[in-house]
């Protein structure tokens, strides 16, 4: 059975830090790229990053270049998104999520990863 369970949000200022978690199970980072999505109240979803080792590619919107660094601990079966110098509007509940093809197509509103944890809320107040 495969699982996805975040852990690590919580409330930070503006200019903090966090480090989300994501404990995998049930198959292999060697055949699924792993994401961090994102989505606040009346917005859509959005993918933050993502990282394939099979494709070898680490992908970042834009807006988190420079400031998020997504990270996999194979000891921990567990990929990890360091996000330094937080912002008012990275405040979402953020995603983790898992599919073979992740990286080439999560930015595309219509497609729907195969796997999908529960969420974790980020909050960054002024």
């Known amino acids: 059975e495969v699982q996805l369970v975040e852990s690590g949000g919580g409330s930070v200022q503006a200019g903090g830090s966090l480090r989300l978690s994501c404990a995998a199970s049930?198959?292999?980072?060697?055949?699924?790229?792993i994401g961090w999505f994102r989505q606040a109240p009346g917005k859509e979803r959005e993918e933050v990053s993502c990282?394939?080792?099979?494709?070898?590619?680490?992908f970042y919107t834009d807006s988190v270049k420079g400031r998020f660094t997504i990270s996999i601990n194979n000891a921990k079966n567990s990929v990890y998104l360091q996000m330094n110098s937080l912002k008012t509007e990275d405040t979402a509940v953020y995603y983790c999520?898992?599919?073979?093809?992740?990286?080439?197509?999560?930015?595309?509103?219509?497609?729907?990863?195969?796997?999908w944890g529960q969420g974790t809320q980020v909050t960054v107040s002024s």
């Open positions: 999520a898992a599919d073979p093809v992740l990286c080439r197509y999560g930015n595309l509103e219509t497609f729907s990863p195969d796997y």
């Open positions: 049930g198959f292999s980072f060697d055949d699924y790229a």
């Open positions: 990282i394939s080792r099979r494709d070898d590619v680490t």
